[in-house]
């Protein structure tokens, strides 16, 4: 039994008190608490390795900022990893691929798909297993994976990108490629996710993080079906698909087996919703730099956002990861407008 669930009833469209309210990215980089474990650490990959410690880093958010809903530490990049595309993370860089896939010689080389996701992966299922045992309950686990178009952008790319030209040239070049990799990657994801659903997350995000770089026709050929793939697959627990830039392909994507839509800041609650309809639960999306405003401006600007909602389903979070330098107490302001903010449609 989950204490404060307001996170599962407003995915399912259930009755809620007020709006539910977290972070995307809320695990790490703004707490001091977070940066002191790392700091013990070799690095970022031993702390998504080390069970007990991505649980410690889990619960962190919780009990320092009061959200309603833990999300699993841990990163996207595990799964090409688990797949044999090995990554670094750089500091103050990002991550780092030795290996890329660019040609049908690379991805004969891949690891088979039907690997047992608990012998390369199950230390995020640990992770789950124990962050659950220690959160007795109190809010409920969010997993999660990257979607296979933006795990597709690293394994080509292998690095981050602006534009991910060289993943955006194979769609192009080599599109039999593409969509072998594409489902090759859905595969693996779809059992990690049933993974995570098994060792106890109670809800999922699948992360299109550079769903902009893609134009309508081909976020439709290249990521949109293999977004339903996992959906339809996911049956047990909510999902909420969050496809950052992907304006022209909201529909599409509010058309797909999900609960919930994640928006980034530049799209609009009001008009979306009349597109949407009362059927999805839509998550977001204040601009994460609201949160290097004044605290008078964060609560005014986050009332201003709560003012445009016309139903009860809304999860309330940034329109994207918060950034690493905003001040904790900033993101405490946010919060606390959200849970003192009285709701209207019940
Ligand atoms: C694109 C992407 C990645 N990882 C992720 C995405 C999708 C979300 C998004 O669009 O922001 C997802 C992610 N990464 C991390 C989480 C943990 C859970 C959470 O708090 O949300 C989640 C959900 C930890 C992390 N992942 C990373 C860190 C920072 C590394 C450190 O602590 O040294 C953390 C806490 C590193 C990472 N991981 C990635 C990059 C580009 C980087 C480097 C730059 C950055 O910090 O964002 C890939």
């Known amino acids: 039994m989950i204490q404060n669930d307001l996170l599962l009833r407003a995915a399912k469209g259930e009755a809620i008190e007020r709006y539910p309210v977290w972070l995307m990215r809320q695990a790490g980089r ?3 608490e977070y940066r002191a474990v790392r700091n013990s650490l070799s690095g970022f990959k031993e702390l998504v390795e080390t069970p007990e410690l991505a649980a410690e880093v889990t619960i962190q958010p919780v009990d320092l900022l009061g959200v309603d809903a833990a999300i699993i530490f841990s990163d ?26 660019k040609s049908t010689d690379d991805l004969v080389k891949l690891a088979e798909t039907d690997f047992d996701v608990e012998d390369r992966l199950g230390y995020v299922t640990e992770a789950i297993r124990i962050t659950n045992k220690e959160l007795n309950g109190r809010v409920p686990l969010i997993g999660f994976a990257g979607a296979p178009w933006t795990i597709f952008c690293y394994m080509t790319e292998g690095h981050g990108s602006k534009t991910f030209s060289e993943a955006r040239k194979l769609l192009y070049t080599n599109p039999t490629l593409a969509h072998e990799l594409l489902q090759r990657i859905t595969k693996v994801t779809v059992s990690y996710l049933k993974a995570q659903v098994a060792a106890g997350a109670h809800m999922i995000q699948v992360f299109d993080s ?7 026709a081909q976020y439709l050929e290249f990521s949109l079906p293999y977004l339903q793939q996992i959906v339809d697959a996911i049956t047990d627990v909510p999902v909420t698909l969050f496809s950052k830039g992907a304006y022209t392909s909201l529909q599409n994507i509010a058309d797909l087996n999900c609960n919930t839509v994640g928006l980034d800041w530049n799209m609009d609650v009001k008009d979306i919703r009349v597109h949407v309809g009362e059927n999805r639960t839509l998550q977001g999306n204040l601009d994460p730099c609201v949160l290097y405003a004044s605290h008078k401006d964060v609560e005014n600007l986050t009332k201003s956002m709560l ?40």
């Open 30 to 32: 703004i707490l001091p």
């Open 76 to 101: 996207i990049l595990v799964v090409p990893e688990a797949m044999g595309c090995e990554y670094q993370m750089i500091e103050k860089k990002g991550p780092w691929f030795e290996n890329t896939v």
């Open 210 to 216: 550079w769903a902009g770089v893609l134009g309508h």
């Open 307 to 346: 003012d445009t909602f016309t139903s009860k389903r809304h999860i309330v979070n940034l329109g994207h990861g918060v950034y690493p330098d905003v001040d904790p107490e900033k993101v405490k302001t946010f919060i606390k407008t959200v849970k003192n903010y009285e709701i209207q449609y019940k």
